[in-house]
Structure formats: structure tokens, C-alpha cells
């Protein structure tokens, strides 16, 4: 806090979730951490699509967010 600021990053990431491809994240997260359990979870939670209008859709990329 008392030193001089010589830069600004301004950064937009509103796209970034939409965009995550599943399979290199679950090679990342796998890399980091060892509960098979958890990252099933996690696959099955990134496969599951959404529902619109009464139609399911899948997803190969993309992360769900609440609103």
C-alpha cells in the first residue's frame, strides 16, 4: 500500500466459464489431487448439461453457473 502502482491489469473473464474444455481440466485437477471419488463427482457435474424449454442439452465444455 505505500509503494507506487506502474501498472493496471484490466481483465474480462464473463467468457472464460463458457469456454473450459472438461477434459483439460479434469487432467489438470487429476495432476493435483489424488480422490477418485471426488473427481467422478466432478465429471459427472461437468457432463450434465441443462435443461431449456423441456430439452436437455450436453455439453463437452463449458462450466454450469447459477445466477
Known amino acids: 500500500m505505500t509503494k507506487p502502482v506502474n501498472y493496471i491489469v484490466d481483465a474480462d473473464i464473463s467468457g472464460f466459464f463458457d469456454t473450459v474444455n472438461h477434459e483439460w481440466m479434469m487432467r489438470f485437477l487429476e495432476h493435483r489431487m489424488n480422490e477418485p471419488k471426488f473427481m467422478r463427482l466432478l465429471r459427472r457435474f461437468l457432463k450434465n448439461g ?8 450436453t455439453t463437452g465444455k463449458g462450466t454450469p453457473q447459477g445466477d
Open 50 to 57: 441443462y435443461v431449456e424449454d423441456g430439452i436437455l442439452y
